[in-house]
């Protein structure tokens, strides 16, 4: 079993769509969780940062960390032709990061 | 650029001969990692270096690989003797600590270089 597991996609959405990512882990002992977002042969991107448990938003991405359930989510809203990219899981105990193999959208015009 | 840097971005190399990818961290960042992306894999963590010193290889192959990062100078990952089996994208990733709630905000990824194995 992977320690961190995603569902590859591919995603497709129409655009205007709310996007919904999510990531499974084994690890309890992860306490730094990430969504990262990596176009073609590009370097990862941070989009959002939680520490623990709980949720963040930032403008149209919201980000949910459930630790009972050892579940994470990557929401976005109203999406554009410019979010098609891969979105990847990440998370850590400290600066070890274990990553999901990610997940393709593409948002239709 | 006071990004994390990285190069050559693609390197073609024949089987048996050397790859060496180079990384500069951001600015004012003195802890450095290196990552792999096999294709349709997640990145795998490889090692972690400070100034001299190699704190944790854990993810490092046994054999051909190592990296060091010198007092002056980018922090360099050496692929001996490559095989098919090497090709991939190496990330480098710098922060300015290891601990602490703020830690996943200070990681940041280079654009990646992209080692082919002919």
């Known amino acids: 079993q992977k320690e961190v597991e995603q569902d590859p996609g591919p995603l497709s959405v129409p655009e205007g769509a709310i996007v919904s990512l999510n990531c499974t882990y084994s690890?309890?002992?992860?306490?730094?969780f990430m969504w990262y977002r990596q176009y073609s042969r590009k370097g990862p991107e941070l989009l959002m940062y939680t520490y623990s448990s709980g949720n963040k938003e930032d403008g149209r991405f919201t980000a949910q960390v459930d630790k009972s359930s050892k579940y994470i989510s990557l929401f976005i809203r109203d999406s554009q032709p410019s979010d098609s990219a891969t979105y990847l899981c990440a998370m850590s105990v400290h600066y070890k990061l274990s990553f999901g193999a990610g997940t393709t959208v593409t948002v239709r015009a | 650029n006071a990004g994390v840097m990285q190069n050559p971005r693609h390197l073609v190399r024949r089987r048996g001969q050397e790859a060496r990818l180079r990384c500069s961290p951001m600015k004012g960042h003195s802890h450095v990692y290196w990552y792999r992306q096999l294709p349709e894999e997640g990145l795998k963590f490889m090692v972690y270096?400070?100034?001299?010193?190699?704190?944790?290889e854990s993810g490092m192959p046994k054999e051909r690989f190592s990296a060091e990062f010198p007092k002056e100078g980018p922090s360099i990952l050496r692929i001996q003797q490559v095989v098919r089996g090497d090709s991939a994208a190496y990330f480098c990733a710098s922060s300015l600590i290891t601990t602490g709630e703020e830690l996943g905000n200070t990681i940041y990824f280079g654009e990646g270089s992209w080692l082919t194995v002919v």
């Open positions: 270096l400070q100034k001299e010193n190699i704190i944790d």
């Open positions: 690890n309890s002992a992860f306490q730094y």
